[in-house]
């Protein structure tokens, strides 16, 4: 029973790059969820999405950064023009109906992202 | 509105002795309450959670966390500490009947020692 997978594990851009992370939630949960870690620091909530729709983006930076959770395929977490605060842990979580609910998230392993 | 202090930013222990990691909340609803686990470059775990019932909570790994309403506290406490418990710990808080948008406190690293 595979968990949420996350990819890639790290990544590398220069500034003004793109950045593109993938996640696949686990097998039959429909909620996902991203959070960014910064160094030092607890996870803050980014966007919440179900298949085609994004339910909660409140905590999305308003420029440059972008989420979708497509009918088929993964989910994305797309941010443009990368700048060096952009450098964190990326973390995806997902969830049945009933964790949309109660707060209980299954997370995946991150991707790491440096930003030169 | 809603936020979890975690009182310690670091805790040492050794190794078969008691371990305490503690947590304040502050919600306006009655609330969710989890502790999660991160292993060094890797993903969190799901310790424990709190959702309202019995108000000692018995998790994995020999772990448990007590709700105190009275004190608003949801402490992590483990009898005995292994090697392989060195990890950072999260509090987090979830407002109870709403989608799923966690608070996550700021961590507790907890090292321990032979």
């Known amino acids: 029973n595979a968990g949420v997978m996350q990819n890639p594990r790290h990544l590398v851009r220069r500034r003004g790059q793109e950045a593109r992370l993938r996640c696949s939630p686990m097998k039959g949960h429909s909620h996902v969820y991203w959070y960014r870690q910064l160094p030092e620091e607890g996870l803050k909530f980014m966007v919440y999405l179900q298949k085609e729709n994004i339910i909660d983006e409140s905590g999305m930076p308003k420029e440059r950064f972008s989420a979708e959770f497509p009918k088929e395929g993964p989910s994305i977490l797309r941010i443009q023009q990368v700048v060096r605060g952009d450098s964190a842990a990326y973390f995806c979580?997902?969830?049945?109906?009933?964790?949309?609910?109660?707060?209980?998230?299954?997370f995946g392993e991150g991707s790491r992202l440096t930003v030169l | 509105a809603q936020s979890v202090t975690q009182l310690d930013s670091h805790v040492s222990v050794s190794e078969g002795t008691p371990v305490l990691l503690r947590c304040n909340y502050s919600?306006?609803?009655?609330?969710?309450l989890f502790w999660y686990v991160q292993h060094p470059n890797k993903g969190l775990q799901l310790l424990l959670k709190?959702?309202?019932?019995?108000?000692l909570v018995k998790g994995i790994n020999g772990f448990e966390a007590e709700f105190k309403k009275s004190e608003t506290s949801f402490h992590l406490t483990k009898p005995s500490a292994h090697m392989s418990d060195a990890a950072e710990y999260f509090c987090?808080?979830?407002?109870?009947?709403?989608?799923?948008?966690?608070?996550f406190g700021t961590g507790t690293r907890l090292q321990v020692t032979l």
């Open positions: 987090v808080v979830s407002p109870t009947g709403t989608a799923s948008k966690l608070t």
């Open positions: 709190y959702t309202s019932a019995a108000t």
């Open positions: 919600s306006s609803y009655s609330p969710s």
């Open positions: 979580a997902s969830s049945p109906i009933t964790g949309a609910n109660t707060g209980e998230l299954f």
